[in-house]
């Protein structure tokens, strides 16, 4: 009887230190990027953007806002991801959990010859993180990039 509980004990303690274990742990994040192209020109604010209109118009003086790309990737907490946006932007992810529910996340915006941004910031799940960026002479404006971990 006493070699049963000792038995049951210990599948008892196996399953806790497996469940428990890092690997069973891990976190994930899905990224959303959106590329917008911002311009002085008249146009108001393009309906698939709503979301972010009271940012915008925060952060940038601009009288257009359009929808240029929407793409994402789901990363492993820590992990490496990359999003094409297409016209030859890209963006290297590297992420890490910042604890308390954040994520560290480093980004290189690339436009395939060349670095336009490349920094780390502390996201917060649902909460955009905007990134003013290059300007866009051919076409009349400049690039911002949002960014919304899940």
């Known amino acids: 009887m006493k070699t049963k509980s000792i038995y049951q004990i210990a599948i008892l303690f196996a399953s806790i230190v497996l469940f428990a274990s890092p690997r ?9 990027a959106t590329l917008i192209l911002a311009s002085s020109e008249e146009g108001g604010i393009d309906p698939a953007l709503k979301s972010y209109e009271s940012n915008l118009k925060r952060l940038f ?5 359009k929808l240029q790309a929407r ?8 992990g490496e991801s990359s999003i094409n946006l297409g016209s030859g932007y890209k963006l290297n992810l ?3 959990s ?8 480093s980004v290189r915006w690339t436009d395939g010859r060349r670095t336009l941004i490349n920094t780390t910031i502390n996201m917060t799940k649902g909460v955009p993180t905007i990134l003013g960026g290059p300007s866009a002479p051919s076409q009349n404006g400049n690039l911002i990039l949002a960014l ?3």
Not at 24 to 32: G, K
Not at 71 to 78: Q, R
Request: overall charge positive; charged content about 20%; hydrophobic content about 25%.
């Open 71 to 78: 793409s994402g990737t789901k990363l492993s907490l820590p």
């Open 94 to 96: 590297t992420a890490q």
């Open 24 to 32: 069973s742990q891990a976190q994930e994040a899905n990224i959303s």
């Open 148 to 150: 919304v971990s899940r």
């Open 98 to 105: 910042g604890g308390g529910g954040k994520i560290r996340l």
């Open 61 to 65: 003086k601009y009288k257009s806002y």
